[in-house]
């Protein structure tokens, strides 16, 4: 089955504490992506990915850390949390759409709910 | 830049009535345009996207969208709507010369009532 998954699912921390989300696609894509979800502002774009060790900043890229050292995992690290970074984090991965650039489906995983305490 | 303005955050509508979610977006240069659901706990599903040709695109369950290059919009519609329609539904777009990069709008929270 096609997917991306996401660990894990749920995270309470403290400010401070080193983490990582890991992301895991098995569909060969090669663009990945990194999203949090926040009441009102709808989806914004922390780092993304167009292959392996090809990585770049978003919209709000500021306290996260990404690497692509596989095709298939996206990891991102929050390397000193602070509670503005709580928040329901997505990752995403899709491919190139045959001569419309990457207009395939975004493939979603379940989310990460993290809270900094 | 480009940018989705989703105006309600929230429609509240009963079972078997229709429903319109609006979305305009702003952009200097032309755009796909998207919309994705998210049912309760899930990710995002992608609904269905205009990239070219006929405005008027379908989804498998019955929504459609039209894009209205005009007035800037890409309203999402359904004539009849059922109890396993409640979900947030997000309206995208992305530049054609950078479509890796997905804007979304703010989200707007359908709540189908029986």
């Known amino acids: 089955e096609a997917q991306v998954t996401q660990n894990p699912r749920y995270l309470i921390t403290v400010t401070g504490k080193k983490l990582t989300v890991t992301c895991s696609q098995n569909m060969n894509h090669e663009y990945m992506s990194w999203y949090r979800q926040d009441p009102g502002l709808g989806l914004r774009q922390i780092y993304y990915s167009m292959n392996v060790e090809v990585t770049d900043k978003g919209d709000v890229p500021e306290g996260y850390k990404v690497s692509r050292k596989e095709k298939r995992n996206f990891p991102l690290i929050l390397e000193s949390p602070s509670p503005n970074q709580t928040s329901l984090y997505f990752c995403a991965s899709s491919s190139r759409g045959g001569g419309k650039g990457y207009t395939d489906t975004q493939y979603f995983g379940p989310g990460t709910r993290l809270t900094v305490l | 830049a480009q940018s989705v303005t989703q105006l309600d955050s929230q429609v509240p509508v009963f079972e078997e009535a229709p429903v319109e979610l609006r979305c305009n977006y702003s952009s200097s240069v032309s755009v796909y345009l998207f919309w994705y659901v998210q049912y309760p706990n899930q990710g995002l599903q992608l609904l269905l996207k205009?990239?070219?040709?006929?405005?008027l695109v379908e989804s498998i369950n019955g929504f459609e969208a039209e894009f209205n290059k005009s007035q800037t919009s890409f309203h999402l519609r359904k004539p009849s709507v059922h109890i396993s329609d409640t979900a947030e539904y997000f309206c995208a777009v992305s530049r054609m010369d950078s479509s890796y990069k997905l804007i979304f709008g703010s989200g707007t929270r359908l709540l189908v009532r029986p």
């Open positions: 205009y990239l070219s040709g006929s405005t």
